[in-house]
């Protein structure tokens, strides 16, 4: 016998589990059954197309030497200054939880010797990664993201893929989105232009914030990406990498739009797009929701070309392509949009029971049941057949099994239809070819409405 709580312990529970001993970390979340639908829809699409377009699954361990990403982010990002997990363990290893998935990409497209496999390899991943950032609507300290690299090709098709990717992804999923993308040349174009953008932002230095001022030494191209309201007018009027371009920069960028237009994926150029990390060149670009971004949001992914990074890291010179895309930001969007994912355990059946015996039996059914390929549902805790039939209501099953004292005595079972409350009696031995005939007559009648309408 279950003993029940009282009013008062029942309160001081609910009051418990307000302020219990041991909370979250702040900026992690437990993810809860709910909303594992979610990630599973998600990680779903993603496969799907990964596999369709070649993409393999890679996983990366979850900690990493400090110095990957040191090298590979970049000494000078607000990653490795500011929004490192890092610590020192009992080997007094410099380790680091990993931030973002490009840089150990790399270090394994090295490490594994996969230069000497077919070129380009073309990866992908889904994981979680951990940044020490301020807590806010969209920014989490662990958070997950999927990603596509493809190493080994510097065709600007693969540009161009990898956008069409992630945005074919953000489409099944019934999002609207841009991208917006850029060219910051390579690291020569790049010296070039930033001694002029530094000459520039120096003739307005009176106007600049102490951020921007701080920026102007350390990482002039950052004061680009600036949010800052009151500087946005001096960046429009600053000169634009465009126009410090190497031929081949821009013969490659004039090249990814086209395909991307070729692909109708519609891009918005954005010169002052820099991206946050060091290991980029040639093109850049951010997945945004809606038509336009806006300050209140923040972008749903990103990526571009990284040709440097693995020689940085110690590889052989190897042009690459890449993206990742952050899963929560996905999955509130989706949810501000109201776009559910798709249930794919919907059961068609429901086994009720009355009585010992037939509780027993009705194991054995739902067993014969499954094993026949019927998605079957039950609520063998339940006891009163009203409450079993108003789950199976619930789940909006089209049949229900109901096994009673009678229904063993005579080895039958009474099968009602939970649309009209037609029941009739089967023989317990015949249910789960009976069962499979109803179901798929029911899927007859259906692809015939649907015939019918499309007429
Ligand atoms: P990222 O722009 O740093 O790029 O991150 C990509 C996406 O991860 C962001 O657009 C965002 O959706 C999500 N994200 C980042 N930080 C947070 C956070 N604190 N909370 C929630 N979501 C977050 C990279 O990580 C590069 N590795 C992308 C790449 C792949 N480039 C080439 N290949």
Redesign the pocket.
Known sequence: MIKKNTKEENTERVEKSKNPTFQLVR?TKDILPDEQSYFLWIFDQVRAVANSYGFSLIETPIIEKTNLFVRG?GKQTD?VEK?MFSFTDQGNENLTLR?????P?ARAYIEHGMVTWPQPVKLWYFGK?L?H?R?QA????????F???SLGSDDPMIDAQ?IFLSYKIMKQLGLDVSVAINSIGTEECRNQYKKVLVDYFRTKRSELSDEAKKLLTKNPLRILDSKDENLLPIIEQAPQIFDYLSNASREHFLKVMDYLDELDVPVILKPTLV???D??TKTVF??WSGEEETSRQ?????????DDLVELLGGRPTP???????????ISLLKEKNITPPSDYQPDIFVAQLGEEAKRKSLLLFEELRSAGIKVAESLSKEGLKSQLEKADKLKVKYAIILGQKEILDGTVMLRDMENGIQEVIDMKKVVVEVKKRLEKQIRVQAEQIKEEKV
Request: glycine letters at 20%; proline letters at 4%.
């Open positions: 900026g982010v990653i929004e931030p973002e998935g490009t840089a990409v990664m940044r950032e807590p969209g920014r989490l300290r662990e958070f997950h993201q990603g596509f690299e990898i991206r946050g990390l290991y980029y951010e997945i923040s972008a749903l992914g990103g990526g571009g070309r990284y690459a392509a890449g993206v990742a895309v952050g899963v929560e930001r996905v």
